[in-house]
């Protein structure tokens, strides 16, 4: 059956536009500028299949022009959300200058989640930019984020990229692409800074009751609701930081309007995984400074929160000194939750199931080690999950088999088997990462020659990433070859 304003039901649209729903200043009605020849690349059937989609139907022309921008899908409000965010520091205005919010899908279990297209070309919120995307970027942010969820890390989805048809100039011309995001909200800390700088106490306070009823429904807030709704936002901010360090994932662009309060890793631009162990390491090309090194990525999450938490002042006490007192006494916790969730993750990795104090020393002095001998991140932790010191790959010096000896006679200060440590260390070390050398590779086939076989396997090995077999191919656990130039990211406009 075919609707007067959109695609049939049949693909399984169940669009609510609870946003539009705020106050008008908080986004722009408008719909994505179609394009010309839109042809589907690349299709999340297991994604499609879990929001309640018919995936064949959505594969269809039909479905292609929705995520082309071509056809609006059924129930559909489209709009640009305003945001601001502080870029490296500085506070500006921005907003969704090149993506498009379709409508909220509801799931068969009643779930909500952002359908949002990346790439669908101008807004009031676009300043410059011509609103496009091109195909390497979008296809990166469908890898990685995929890896990304596949490794247990929350994160936004992709559903789908298409090419346009189109070229977009950038330094040469580049084929135009579309990706389909699928996020629990695009809320982000910037949207906040955007409604406390621009808009009236209501309105800030419309936006902060809308983010507790969407992503903290259950939280008791018969208290003060806005310091639970920081509270909520910091401890899932300690729980996906640590688990981006744990896994060496550099996210690049951690700009306040780059944090999402829903606790979802957003925005794959300059992002990487670490191979050789350098706490310092920056892969985007535009942070020179080293602002969003390996090792900030925890104080930046801490600074992002108390620029939230100065947006949320005038609702947490009529007081301002008081307000800034409950603030600031709330974000002095940061340090503490984030640490906590990075040590129990620690331990996992090597086996640990009961605490004792001089856990943490053990950890140190195994990164302190990786970090003297250029030890690769991922393989120096899934040797551990091997049976013995010979296949480590720190194996032969001193210190380490030293440390070795200490750390299987910590194991042994438990009650759980070898082999119960092991699979728990198995569950917590990935064997594969999405390396930045298969990652181009994938990427240099599909934009270069239309070959998109390379990025299908690699999506396949990536989507086991806990398997450690054989079959995932030693091609996969391999660091690059050693090359004089660091690897470098570069932002994904
Ligand atoms: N080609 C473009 N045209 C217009 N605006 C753009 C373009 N590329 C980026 N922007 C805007 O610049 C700002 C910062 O860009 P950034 O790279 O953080 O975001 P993004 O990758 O486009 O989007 P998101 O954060 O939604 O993943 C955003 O407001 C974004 O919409
Ligand atoms: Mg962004």
Request: hydrophobic share 35%; with cysteine; charged share 25%.
């Amino acid at each position: 059956m075919k609707h007067e304003n959109g695609t049939s039901t049949e693909a399984g649209w169940n669009l609510d536009n609870s946003y539009a729903r705020l106050p008008k200043a908080f986004f722009t009605s408008i719909k994505p500028a179609p394009v010309h020849s839109p042809k589907l690349i690349v299709f999340n059937e297991s994604l499609a299949s879990s929001l309640g989609f018919d995936a064949q139907a959505l594969k269809s022309e039909e479905g292609v022009e929705v995520f082309a921008g071509n056809q609006l899908p059924e129930g559909s409000h489209p709009l640009a959300q305003a945001y601001a965010g502080h870029q490296f520091g500085h506070f500006t205005m921005l907003g969704d200058g090149r993506a498009i919010l379709l409508g909220e899908q509801i799931t068969p279990e009643g779930d909500r989640f952002d359908i949002q297209l990346k790439g669908s070309g101008r807004t009031p919120y676009s300043r410059g930019g011509d609103g496009r995307a091109t195909l390497g970027p979008m296809l990166r942010e469908h890898i990685i984020s995929e890896a990304m969820h596949a490794l247990g890390i929350a994160t936004t989805r992709s559903l789908a990229v298409v090419i346009t048809g189109e070229g977009v100039l950038r330094e040469t011309e580049l084929p135009g692409a579309i990706l389909t995001r699928v996020a629990s909200s695009h809320i982000r800390v910037g949207t906040f800074q955007y409604v406390a700088k621009w808009g009236s106490e209501e309105e800030l306070r419309s936006l902060a009751d809308y983010t507790l009823q969407r992503h903290f429904p259950d939280a008791d807030t018969s208290g003060n609701p806005y310091l639970v709704l920081l509270q909520e936002v910091m401890k899932r901010q300690a729980v996906l930081i640590a688990k981006w360090q744990l896994v060496g994932f550099i996210h690049g662009v951690m700009n306040t309007d780059n944090m999402a309060l829903c606790g979802e890793t957003i925005d794959y631009g300059p992002c990487a995984f670490m191979d050789t162990y350098d706490p310092e390491t920056v892969f985007s090309s535009i942070d020179r400074q080293g602002r969003y090194a390996y090792s900030n990525q925890p104080y930046i999450a801490a600074w992002n929160l108390a620029r939230l938490a100065e947006t949320l002042l005038p609702l947490l006490d009529n007081d301002k000194e008081e307000a800034i007192k409950i603030a600031e006494k709330e974000l002095s916790n940061f340090t503490e939750l984030y640490r906590c969730n990075w040590i129990n993750g620690m331990r996992a990795k090597l086996g640990i199931f009961n605490e004792e104090q001089q856990d943490e020393d053990l950890i140190e002095e195994l990164f302190t080690m990786m970090q003297k001998y250029r030890a690769d991140f991922t393989n120096t932790f899934r040797a551990l999950t091997f049976d013995t010191l010979e296949d480590t790959s720190l194996h032969g010096y001193d210190d380490f088999d030293q440390w070795y000896k200490r750390w299987q006679e910590r194991l042994e200060r438990q009650q759980e088997t070898k082999e119960t440590s092991r699979e728990l260390m198995q569950k917590s070390n990935p064997a594969v990462i999405p390396r930045n050398h298969r990652v181009e590779e994938a990427l240099d086939a599909a934009v270069e020659k239309g070959d998109y076989s390379l990025m299908e396997r690699l999506l396949e090995v990536l989507s086991k990433p806990f398997a450690h077999s054989p079959e995932q191919g030693a091609d996969y656990f391999a660091q690059p070859s050693q090359s004089k130039q660091p690897y470098r990211t570069f932002c994904g406009t």
